[in-house]
């Protein structure tokens, strides 16, 4: 079916380390997205990546389409980065898009 | 300011009650949305739409109907509530569609319409 998993669900980590998050997607999705939303519930658009790679920062994302897989890697996490990312594609053939469940991030100092 | 403006921000309403959840943007874009996101489901497609008068389903229209009569509005309509309908809201907009527009994707979110119906 069309799918879009996350994975982990749950992280934890002290101020400083880095993470990688990562993103499955079915044969039928396409042009991924990752999203945070931060504690306060807004959400912002960190990467819009189809293939390849992209860098922001200590954020970078790498899709990888002939795999079905996306990683967004926070370096030097700081409590900011706390919060759910999401990643989300788009059903082929349509306009339509399919969120993940979301990795939510917690960054103790 | 580039916005993507809802109101209500929190709303409780009781089962059967019609309700109507705005959404305004004035980036001039094109594709604007609708989303409801309920623990552990993160976030659900209601209805999204290309242009004026372009509209369609996401995964799960039911119970809600939408219009585009102009380019920057896209209310969500609540014909008869229920309390599964019970959630937090999010309209979106973005040019032309992530895909389809500028390089960045980038799809602007309001600020949440948080909606509770007993």
């Known amino acids: 079916g069309i799918q879009v998993e996350q994975s982990p669900p749950d992280l934890i980590l002290q101020e400083g380390a880095n993470s990688t998050l990562r993103c499955n997607f079915s044969d039928s999705v396409n042009n991924l997205q990752w999203f945070h939303q931060n504690p306060w519930g807004q959400l912002i658009n960190l990467f819009y990546i189809p293939s390849g790679t992209k860098q922001n920062g200590r954020l970078s994302a790498t899709t990888v389409a002939t795999e079905r897989y996306s990683l967004l890697y926070i370096s030097s996490s700081q409590t900011t980065d706390s919060g759910v990312y999401f990643c989300?594609?788009?059903?082929?053939?349509?306009?339509?898009?399919?969120f993940g469940t979301g990795t939510r991030l917690q960054v103790f100092p | 300011e580039a916005q993507v403006t809802q109101n209500p921000r929190y709303l409780i309403t009781v089962t059967g009650k019609k309700l109507t959840v705005t959404c305004s943007q004035n980036m001039n874009h094109e594709y604007m949305s609708w989303y409801r996101q309920d623990p552990g489901l993160g976030l659900r497609q209601i209805y999204y739409?290309?242009?004026?008068?372009?509209?369609d389903k996401g995964d799960v229209p039911e119970g809600y109907k939408v219009s585009r009569k102009e380019k920057r509005n896209f209310p969500l309509i609540l014909e008869s509530p229920s309390p599964n309908q019970t959630s937090l809201y999010f309209c979106?907009?973005?040019?032309?569609?992530?895909?389809?527009?500028?390089?960045?994707?980038?799809?602007?979110f309001g600020e949440g319409s948080r909606l509770t119906v007993l």
């Open positions: 979106a907009s973005s040019p032309l569609g992530p895909w389809r527009g500028s390089d960045t994707g980038e799809l602007f």
């Open positions: 989300a594609g788009r059903v082929d053939n349509t306009d339509k898009l399919i």
């Open positions: 739409s290309m242009n004026v008068e372009v509209t």
